[in-house]
């Protein structure tokens, strides 16, 4: 049986992911869209700095966030001063955090998902009338669904497993940034917390694979409904 402090880690941790996921997909699309599909001076650069939080240590991620975003830094003290919105060390950091470190997993799912569709397709709707943004939305979209639907899922499995940032940025506070992870390294400093990190850790496991589970699920349908044929 979870305590309250364990369904309280479960609970934010699944509304992290999704808010996480939520809050970057309309920038993954965008970035994954320009990555595939145009060519323009900056292009290795931005690609680089999307795929830089894969090779930091989730820890500088969270400290460059906390540069920017924390009280004093150079975002987040503006925000502070005219809004008296705080963001460090609540559960917004902790959304962040995980959006920052899922984004490249979403980007580069997308990406691919995209540069696999036929580019004769974009044009020849284009040259029946329709706008960049039509062809975007009726064409590349579904046709990228399943790299989509994948992209959505890695990022939100990311977040379940996140760490190193949201503890510089987010910090442990209980309801507000102690997600799974955190619960799980603050009960293994406990004397007597092994058994509750035990089931947290099993917890972890399970919606992972389940959120895996449904990403190839979803992917199938998709691609049956697109005419595939749906097999692995």
Do not use: C
């Amino acid at each position: 049986m979870l305590s309250h402090a364990e369904w309280t880690a479960l609970l934010l941790s699944v509304r992290v992911g999704l808010l996480s996921v939520v809050v970057e997909a309309p920038f993954a699309l965008g970035v994954a869209w320009l990555l595939a599909r145009r060519r323009f001076l900056g292009k290795t650069a931005l690609d680089a700095l999307v795929h830089l939080p894969l090779v930091l240590p989730p820890v500088v991620t969270g400290y460059l966030l906390l540069i920017l975003l924390g009280r004093r830094g150079l975002i987040g003290g503006f925000l502070y001063h005219h809004f008296g919105l705080s963001v460090a060390f609540t559960w917004k950091a902790a959304v962040l955090a995980s959006a920052a470190m899922g984004f490249p997993l979403m980007v580069r799912a997308i990406r691919l998902a995209i540069e696999l569709i036929d580019r004769r397709l974009e044009e020849a709707a284009q040259t029946l009338g329709a706008a960049p943004s039509q062809v975007f939305v009726r064409v590349v979209l579904p046709l990228a669904a399943p790299g989509v639907l994948t992209g959505f899922v890695l990022a939100f499995a990311r977040s379940l497993g996140e760490f190193g940032a949201t503890l510089t940025f987010a910090g442990n506070i209980e309801g507000q940034s102690r997600t799974l992870p955190v619960a799980i390294y603050t009960f293994l400093q406990l004397p007597s917390g092994d058994a509750a990190a035990e089931r947290l850790v099993i917890l972890s496991v399970v919606l992972s694979l389940g959120a895996l589970a449904a990403s190839e699920l979803l992917a199938r349908a998709v691609k049956r409904r697109l005419g595939g044929d749906g097999r692995a």
